[in-house]
């Protein structure tokens, strides 16, 4: 068979592969290793990799296949640095998510490249090297867990797991072409993670399909709530129409645009055409950001202090800039927070899901400034803490990727996944 076609095909394709008599488990995770080894140069996607990874027995709808972890999550054996070298540990035990995808019969292939400590979005990396996206030489592939999306955009691994604070798992997704999910708040647990913000932080998935994603989600989700069948109702589907309005850029707009002329054809759905007037997104993102650097301050105190040489420039300034802040500036920060995160769930309320960009521009050159408002369409649903997915859309051949965002209801997870599945048939079809 086509092993380079079945490396860049969905985990559950590979699994379904393997589990056919299609391609052995050794060829192809040789086959994988071997894609990694000829790209790291370009890419520099991985920063450890486990040349003897293989896969326990499963019997799980991805056993067969692999995944790659972000470099802030655990993982036995290999080093957990956050992409930050001074803090770098090896690792005792499994975090829960890597253990339970371990369990279900999939290989860990090893630690993907991100942005230090998870504060950005561009994955410029003084210490581990940039990470470049594989849509285009000298792009960023976004972050913080820029390794996560180029690796699944470049057939490096099965899937990924990253972890999302403000937009960090759908950020890379868009820009990389894939699909990004971050789960409800909590959902996954923050065990074995290097935190960033407790309060916004989510473990999230990256993959090449939709139906990868849901699969791994019954695997690293033991309590996950099952939908209730859906009784012929119509999917009611809010969409913010004017993205040009917050901020976006004409070339994410026209796939935006065209993408809802298609998607107006799926069955079952009522259309409303919302706006967020009342919505500071950049405040909000902000606000996120300030309670970010406060809460990782105490982590990397002793470095800002003693050893200030060991941390990127950007990371010092954002240190030294939250060390002038007040008590009373992080209350106000997360009330800003709260109360955007209020403002989300009652928009939602009467809807199954919030249509919108998931970032406001594509991917931009490594050596270019990194645009503010990256997260600014992201941060939302950390805010309260829903599920949302990033789903890449139809662009010219030749274009830079762009995502969509669906944002669902907390809790309601496998909700807004049967309608990623939905709208991911409509926008694959030619």
Request: proline share 7%.
């Amino acid at each position: 068979m086509d092993i380079d076609a079945l490396l860049l095909s969905g985990a559950c394709e590979q699994a379904r592969a393997v589990a056919g008599g299609r391609v052995g488990v050794e060829r192809l995770l040789q086959a994988q290793q071997d894609r990694i080894a000829a790209q790291q140069a370009e890419l520099n996607a991985y920063v450890a990799v486990d040349i003897g990874a293989r896969p326990a027995a499963g019997t799980s709808a991805l056993a067969g296949s692999s995944f790659a972890v972000k470099d802030n999550i655990d993982v036995a054996g290999l080093p957990t640095a956050a992409g930050l070298r001074a803090l770098s540990r090896p690792a005792e035990l499994d975090a829960p998510v890597v253990a339970r995808l371990k369990a279900a019969g999939l290989a860990c292939l090893g630690k993907l490249n991100m942005h230090p400590m998870a504060l950005g979005a561009s994955n410029h990396n003084p210490d581990y090297g940039p990470c470049f996206n594989p849509r285009r030489a000298g792009h960023t592939p976004g972050g913080s867990s820029g390794g996560s999306g180029a690796a699944v955009a470049a057939g490096l691994c099965g899937l990924a797991l990253g972890t999302d604070t403000m937009g960090s798992v759908r950020i890379p997704a868009a820009y990389c072409g894939v699909v990004g999910f971050k789960p409800s708040h909590d959902l996954l647990g923050l065990d074995g993670v290097v935190p960033l913000s407790r309060w916004l932080d989510h473990v999230g998935l990256l993959a090449r399909r939709v139906e990868d994603i849901v699969a791994a989600l019954r695997i690293v989700a033991p309590r996950l709530d099952e939908p209730d069948p859906r009784d012929g109702s119509p999917w009611r589907l809010a969409v913010v129409r004017d993205a040009r309005a917050l901020g976006a850029s004409d070339e994410v707009q026209h796939a935006f645009d065209a993408s809802l002329r298609r998607l107006a054809a799926l069955p079952g759905v009522q259309w409303q055409d919302v706006s967020l007037p009342g919505f500071d997104l950049a405040g909000a993102r902000r606000a996120g950001l300030l309670l970010c650097e406060a809460e990782l301050h105490p982590m990397l105190a002793d470095l800002v202090q003693r050893r200030p040489e060991a941390l990127p420039t950007d990371l010092l300034s954002m240190m030294k800039y939250i060390e002038r802040k007040s008590a009373l500036d992080l209350g106000a920060a997360a009330a800003r927070i709260a109360r955007t995160g209020a403002q989300l769930t009652t928009l939602c309320s009467g809807f199954d899901a919030l249509l919108l960009p998931t970032a406001p521009q594509t991917a931009f050159g490594m050596d270019q400034p990194a645009p503010a408002s990256q997260g600014d369409f992201t941060a939302l649903a950390n805010t309260n803490g829903a599920p949302a997915i990033s789903l890449p859309l139809p662009v010219p051949a030749g274009s830079l990727p762009v995502g969509l965002q669906l944002i669902g209801h907390r809790g309601h997870d496998l909700d807004l996944l049967q309608l990623s599945l939905q709208i991911e048939l409509v926008l694959s079809a030619h």
